[in-house]
């Protein structure tokens, strides 16, 4: 999955994800985690997704919430594994 960052400012942080399902994800964990404004916006149809980013330090919250994400993950993947 391919990352760019648009703006990256003290309390603001603005990213291009290439992946919808990421951008809408990453901001109901970014909501969870205490943003103070979390959204994404596609301008067109062809354009890929950009998350902004409002917050005492963007980029911890980012990681943060990615970090939330990964441990749900890896709980649902043990969850799955005991089914067996």
Partial sequence: MEIKVLKDEKN???IELSNLTIAEVLRVYL???GAKLAAWRKEHQ???????????NPRKLLKSAITALEKEIDKTVDEFKKLK
């Fill in 12 to 14: 603001e942080l603005d």
């Fill in 31 to 33: 909501n969870k985690q």
């Fill in 46 to 56: 062809t354009k890929n997704p950009i998350l902004h980013i409002e917050g005492n």
